[in-house]
């Protein structure tokens, strides 16, 4: 069936590196993935967005790459702070889904050690 | 705030009982959209609404559940006698018309039902 999951549920990196965030997804009919933060308690925070036309876009401190072949795309955080711990959701929607509705995979838990 | 606004935030009620959330999209946005989210997973589709026209319902939504959006503007999801599988946290979303276009999401009502 159609799936779009996460390769690893956590990750955990010291402030000041960069994360690296994935996302695997199984319908080659999907044409936009959006990435979302969750904090505890609060709804997703938009955070980029790419449109199956393109390879990679970058937003500021993050980064993100698509790639159609092999049907996966990620999430690369730059300087990582603790600000930034929080569970990170990839979602995709397509075309012919009515409403451009997403549909969203597992979530990574991203924890930033100071 | 110019955000999705959801009420109430949190909501403890007992089986059997009926509950009424509310959601204020973000002014310019003519579409609408309901999720579920569950601890440690993604948010999951509910329904859309374009203006006051409700479009899509997932076969998550029983008919236990209802939504409306009478004037195209804010909207109300209502759960008549809530089972404890209806406690979850209810996110709204919104986005603008046209392919591709990236939802705001609102902090969410968490609802508990003993």
């Known amino acids: 069936g159609e799936s779009v999951g996460l390769h690893l549920p956590t990750l955990s990196v010291q402030e000041g590196d960069n994360s690296i965030i994935n996302c695997a997804y199984s319908?080659?009919?999907?044409?936009?993935f959006i990435w979302y933060k969750q904090e505890s308690g609060k709804g997703p925070q938009f955070i980029i967005d790419?449109?199956?036309?393109?390879d990679k876009r970058q937003g500021q401190r993050v980064t993100v790459l698509l790639n159609k072949t092999v049907k996966h795309l990620s999430l690369q955080i730059a300087a990582t702070q603790p600000g930034d711990s929080a569970v990170y959701f990839c979602?995709?929607?397509?075309?012919?889904?009515?409403?451009?509705?997403?549909?969203f995979g597992e979530g990574t838990q991203l924890t930033v050690n100071p | 705030d110019t955000g999705v606004s959801q009420d109430p935030r949190h909501k403890i009620t007992k089986r059997g009982q009926n509950v009424t959330f509310r959601c204020d999209p973000i002014?310019?946005?003519?579409?609408l959209y309901w999720y579920r989210q569950t601890l440690g997973q993604g948010p999951e589709f509910l329904t859309y609404?374009?203006?006051?026209?409700?479009?899509?319902k997932s076969r998550l939504l029983s008919d236990r559940f209802s939504a409306e959006r009478p004037k195209g503007s804010f909207s109300t999801l209502e759960i008549q006698r809530t089972e404890q599988g209806d406690s979850a946290m209810y996110l709204c979303?919104?986005?603008?018309?046209?392919?591709?276009?990236?939802?705001?999401f609102g902090q969410g009502t968490r609802l508990t039902v003993v």
């Open positions: 979303a919104s986005s603008s018309t046209g392919e591709n276009t990236e939802a705001f």
């Open positions: 319908n080659s009919a999907s044409d936009y």
């Open positions: 790419i449109r199956s036309n393109m």
């Open positions: 979602a995709e929607s397509r075309k012919e889904t009515s409403g451009s509705r997403l549909t």
């Open positions: 002014s310019e946005h003519n579409r």
């Open positions: 609404f374009q203006n006051e026209a409700q479009l899509e």
